[in-house]
């Protein structure tokens, strides 16, 4: 038998330093670097003395106390909130209430490399919204005082005034941060959009290079967010936002396609010919090369004209002559005349490939036919007053990056950790019903209280979350009332129309809660003094959820009561992104029958209390099983 004791240790360095000691193993020694033995190992890759002040980047006050504040452990963990959620049991999708940068923390063991596609819309810092205030030294402690959990005082943020001397520095350093750790949860093929305008973008551009690396940097999007106004504009009306958009590795991201769109269709598909039935309408493209395609002579010769004359390029055809002669055979060549009466010849480009898909296109970087009043429109649609949630991403602008960010086969995970009303939920349920995808998602957003005064406290929402977990209840209560007719037939799994809520809380072993101090050492041999490790009020249901992330199990894990175990109340908690599976009793006392009928794979881990197992049980569980005890 394997027993180790289960400890909340896991920071978002581990993977770094996990990668470091695998490169360079002789400069590592009871767990701590050798520096000197590190320079060595990296001979003429290290930077010179002095040249680090000359190095070319992105630097700030408070910049080096922001990246140790990504490397800080959370001392927190989620707790289910059950009944505010929709179809709860069934659902994959999840709502987090909570601080993002804690809540990033926690997602990492879990979520690490996993996360298909991010998309944020964060404050774009014009001097009158909101900054997150971190506390950089207690940064979980400082949210709960904030947001009523400790102590009688309200949740409150600070404007970050453009009369502030660190006005760009604050908003980078609560950047920086939750950059950094989204950044792990991206999968190898995984891709970030970030929404910012002309306030920030050029530092944030710089960051994101930092952080995702410039040679991942895949486009600039510009999005034309409105078509009228501008009469209270002093010089230039301003119509256009931007998406920042990387990949995580370049590499492995693949040429983007499209959906067309039906007015694209009608624009440009007219033609019709005997193909039709299969490949429906054809637009043309001249076979005539142009300019910047360098001189291939084989590409020089004559194409036979309807009327039996020869036709000749002026440079080179595109296609070579077998693909012309093919071509011609299929009558996938159109010959047109020009205004002087001379032969062109042009390819015909069907709107279905020869399987009858209809052809996908290259996305453009200008969004240019959607704007802030659709996004306002929704609102108002949803609630009846536009001033519930003000200028709210529109759906469909979201729609546009899920096309480019997520595949239409796959169960991508689709996160956004500045949720605000949660448009971004909407564009993944109404996107997964209209092309039969299976996206999930995850949303977060801070429980940041809505004005006294505003038209959603007195609608009754207390904080935007509440506006954010509403919205999407009256979505999915609308797409239940729909037509049957609208829904994919034959999908291979059932449509998700539901969401889980976890709201971010204290974690419930003590030793994060009690101890103050800095000495590592010390925090750990904390565990071994207390009769329990858990805080008072602990409940199973609570710790399941803590025990399955500090085991690398997302929050969409299968849990299933064993019944088998007629004397243990055992969970199994199971997911499709973890190869083995998670036992779970935490019963104050562990059955000799259940130690002796535990059935568990090479691979499985058991997780129970260490007050549970007397010797005997422990004599009981010694087959190789992998037991971890609490």
Known sequence: MTVTKLRPTFTFDQERLDALQTIAPEAFADGQINWDVLKEALGEHLEEEGAAAEHFGLTWPGKRAARRLASQPSA?????????????????????EGDNLEVLKLLQKSYAGRVKMIYIDPPYNTGQDFVYHDDFRQPLEEYLRLTGQMDEAGLVLTTNTKADGRFHSSWLSMMYPRLRLARSLLSADGVVFVSIDDNEIHNLRQLMNEVFGEEHFVDCIVWKK?????????????????????????????????????????????????????????????????????????LVFP???????????????????????????????????????????????????????????????????????????????????????????????????????????????????????????????????????????????????????????????????????????RIIKRMQGEQQEKLIPDRETPEDLGFRVLKLGRSH????????????????????????????GSTPDDLLVEVMLLQGFPLDSTVTPMPEYQHNRVLRVASDLVAHQLYVCLDERLHPATADTLALGAEDVFVCLDSALDEETKLRLQDGRHVMVI
Request: aromatic fraction near 10%; hydrophobic fraction near 35%; charge should be negative.
């Open 303 to 473: 194409i036979v004209a309807p009327d039996g004359s020869e036709i000749m390029p002026r440079r080179q055809w595109l296609w070579s002559r077998e693909r012309v002669r093919e071509a011609l055979e299929r009558g996938e060549i159109a010959f047109l005349k020009d205004k002087d009466g001379r032969w062109a010849v042009h390819t015909k480009q069907y709107l279905r490939d020869e399987d009858g898909n209809i052809r996908q296109s290259k996305a453009f970087s200008l969004i240019d036919d959607i704007y802030t009043q659709h996004g306002t429109n929704e609102v108002i649609s949803l609630f009846g007053d536009a001033q519930v949630f003000a200028f709210p991403k529109p759906s469909e602008f979201v729609k546009r990056l899920l096309d480019l960010g997520t595949l239409l086969s796959g169960d991508d995970i689709v996160l956004d950790f500045f949720a605000g009303s949660c448009a971004t939920a909407q564009a993944v349920v109404e996107l997964n019903r209209s092309d039969g995808g299976n996206r999930r998602f995850i949303m977060v957003q801070l429980p940041e209280p809505t004005p006294p005064d505003s038209q959603a406290r007195r609608a009754g929402f207390s904080t935007i979350a509440e506006v954010g977990k509403e919205r999407i209840r």
């Open 76 to 96: 927190g963990t989620l707790l289910p909130a059950p009944g505010e959620g929709v179809n709860e049991a069934t659902t994959r999708n999840i709502f987090i």
């Open 509 to 536: 072993f003590k030793a994060w809660q009690d101890y103050t101090g800095g000495d590592v050492a010390e925090l750990e041999t904390l565990f071994d003094r207390f009769e329990s490790p858990l805080a008072e």
């Open 226 to 298: 409105r078509y009228g106004g501008g009469a209270k504009e002093k010089y230039l009306v301003t119509v256009h936002e931007y998406v920042l958009f990387y990949a995580r590795d370049i590499d492995n991201l693949d040429p983007l396609f499209v959906p067309q769109t039906e007015q694209s269709i009608e624009r440009y598909y007219k033609l019709r010919d005997e193909n039709y039935d299969k490949r429906g309408p054809y637009r043309t493209h001249p076979l005539e090369a142009t300019k910047s395609m360098g001189d291939r002579r084989n």
